[in-house]
C-alpha cells in the first residue's frame, strides 16, 4: 500500500485511529460472561504457523496466504500468487486441523480460496470453504470479504460450495509504513447479522513487530477475547515468535529463503500441548 498525502493529514488519521483502538482494548479487560464458540467457528482461527507462534494476533498483520481467513482486506499486500497448507503434527489425539488455501493479488486487486478442516472433533468434521476477495479502494485503505461454506461429510461427490453461507467483512488501514490496523466483522451459518467483531493493529520497529487482537462477540456468544504478540527478525532468513493467545501461551520460529517459508508452533492449551507446522509457496 503506497501513501500519499501530507504529513499533517497521516498523523491526524492516526490519531484518530489509535484512540479507537485503544478504546477496544480498554473494553477487554471489563468483566464478561464465559462462553464457548462451536469448533467450527472457533476464534481465534488457529490458521497458520506464523500467526499462531504470534498469539493468533493477526488481523492487523494479514501479509501472508492465510490473510483469506484472518482478514481478507489484507490480500492486496503483495503482487503475485501465494500458495500455503497446515498440519497439526502433534497432538492429533484430541483432534487433526489441516487448513489449506491460495492466494493471488494484482494492482490493488486480491482473491482467495481456502478450505478449513477439522477431524476428530466432537461435532463430526467441520469442513469449511472460503471464497474472498479484496480490492484497495484508498492509498491507505483496502477492503475486503469471504463467502464461508461447509462442507457435508461423509460424501461421494467433490463440493464446490457447499451448505450453510456465512459471510465475513475485512477493513485494512495503514497510514503509515509502520503501523496497520484491521477490522474482521465475522456472520455465523443460520445466524442473523454480524456475531463478533476482530479489532487489531500492528506496529513494526525496527526488526520487531508487534501485534494485539481483541476480539469481541456479539450476542450469546459473549467472551472477549485478547491477544497478542511478537516477531523478530533475528537473521535475514530467521523469524522468532512468542505471543499470548487469550489464555495460553504461544511459541513460533520462521525459516523465509526466497520463494518459501517454513514455519513452526507450539500452543499451550488446557492439560496439553498443539504443535503445528506450515509452508507457504510464492510466485
Same mark, same amino acid.
Given at each position: 500500500?503506497?501513501?500519499?498525502?501530507?504529513?499533517?493529514?497521516?498523523?491526524?488519521?492516526?490519531?484518530?485511529?489509535?484512540?479507537?483502538?485503544?478504546?477496544?482494548?480498554?473494553?477487554?479487560?471489563?468483566?464478561?460472561? /464465559?462462553?464457548?464458540?462451536?469448533?467450527?467457528? /472457533?476464534?481465534?482461527?488457529?490458521?497458520?504457523?506464523?500467526?499462531?507462534?504470534?498469539?493468533? /494476533?493477526?488481523? @492487523?498483520?494479514?501479509?501472508?496466504?492465510?490473510?483469506?481467513?484472518?482478514?481478507?482486506?489484507?490480500?492486496?499486500?503483495?503482487?503475485?500468487?501465494?500458495?500455503?497448507?497446515?498440519?497439526?503434527?502433534?497432538?492429533?489425539?484430541?483432534?487433526?486441523?489441516?487448513?489449506?488455501?491460495?492466494?493471488?493479488?494484482?494492482?490493488?486487486?486480491?482473491?482467495?480460496?481456502?478450505?478449513?478442516? @477439522?477431524?476428530?472433533?466432537?461435532?463430526?468434521?467441520?469442513?469449511?470453504?472460503?471464497?474472498?476477495?479484496?480490492?484497495?479502494?484508498?492509498?491507505?485503505?483496502?477492503?475486503?470479504?469471504?463467502?464461508?461454506?461447509?462442507?457435508?461429510?461423509?460424501?461421494?461427490?467433490?463440493?464446490? $460450495?457447499?451448505?450453510?453461507?456465512?459471510?465475513?467483512?475485512?477493513?485494512l488501514v495503514k497510514p503509515r509504513?509502520?503501523?496497520?490496523?484491521?477490522?474482521?466483522?465475522?456472520?455465523?451459518?443460520?445466524?442473523?447479522?454480524?456475531?463478533?467483531?476482530?479489532?487489531? +493493529?500492528?506496529?513494526?520497529?525496527?526488526?520487531?513487530?508487534?501485534?494485539?487482537?481483541?476480539?469481541?462477540?456479539?450476542?450469546?456468544?459473549?467472551?472477549?477475547?485478547?491477544?497478542?504478540?511478537?516477531?523478530? +527478525?533475528?537473521?535475514?532468513?530467521?523469524?522468532?515468535?512468542?505471543?499470548?493467545?487469550?489464555?495460553?501461551?504461544?511459541?513460533?520460529?520462521?525459516?523465509?529463503?526466497?520463494?518459501?517459508?517454513?514455519?513452526?508452533?507450539?500452543?499451550?492449551?488446557?492439560? $496439553?500441548?498443539?504443535?503445528?507446522?506450515s509452508a507457504e509457496l510464492r510466485?
Amino acid at each position: 500500500m503506497k501513501f500519499k498525502g501530507s504529513t499533517h493529514y497521516v498523523l491526524s488519521f492516526t490519531f484518530y485511529v489509535s484512540r479507537f483502538t485503544f478504546l477496544g482494548l480498554f473494553l477487554a479487560v471489563s468483566p464478561v460472561f /464465559a462462553s464457548v464458540f462451536p469448533f467450527e467457528a /472457533a476464534r481465534p482461527l488457529y490458521v497458520g504457523a506464523r500467526a499462531l507462534g504470534m498469539g493468533n /494476533a493477526f488481523t @492487523a498483520v494479514a501479509d501472508d496466504a492465510t490473510a483469506g481467513f484472518w482478514n481478507p482486506a489484507g490480500l492486496i499486500q503483495w503482487q503475485g500468487v501465494k500458495l500455503f497448507g497446515v498440519n497439526k503434527f502433534h497432538d492429533r489425539s484430541d483432534y487433526g486441523f489441516d487448513p489449506k488455501g491460495i492466494g493471488y493479488a494484482y494492482r490493488g486487486y486480491g482473491l482467495f480460496w481456502g478450505n478449513k478442516i @477439522a477431524l476428530g472433533v466432537e461435532s463430526g468434521t467441520p469442513d469449511f470453504n472460503y471464497y474472498s476477495i479484496a480490492h484497495q479502494i484508498h492509498p491507505y485503505v483496502a477492503v475486503g470479504a469471504s463467502l464461508k461454506f461447509k462442507r457435508k461429510h461423509p460424501s461421494d461427490y467433490y463440493q464446490f $460450495f457447499g451448505h450453510s453461507p456465512s459471510y465475513d467483512l475485512a477493513l485494512l488501514v495503514k497510514p503509515r509504513s509502520d503501523l496497520r490496523f484491521g477490522l474482521l466483522a465475522g456472520h455465523l451459518p443460520g445466524e442473523r447479522g454480524i456475531r463478533w467483531l476482530t479489532l487489531g +493493529t500492528a506496529y513494526q520497529w525496527k526488526n520487531l513487530l508487534f501485534a494485539v487482537d481483541l476480539m469481541v462477540p456479539r450476542g450469546p456468544l459473549n467472551e472477549t477475547g485478547l491477544y497478542y504478540g511478537i516477531e523478530w +527478525t533475528a537473521q535475514r532468513f530467521v523469524r522468532v515468535r512468542g505471543g499470548r493467545s487469550d489464555q495460553w501461551w504461544t511459541l513460533g520460529l520462521g525459516f523465509d529463503w526466497r520463494w518459501i517459508r517454513v514455519d513452526y508452533a507450539r500452543i499451550y492449551e488446557p492439560d $496439553f500441548a498443539s504443535d503445528f507446522i506450515s509452508a507457504e509457496l510464492r510466485f
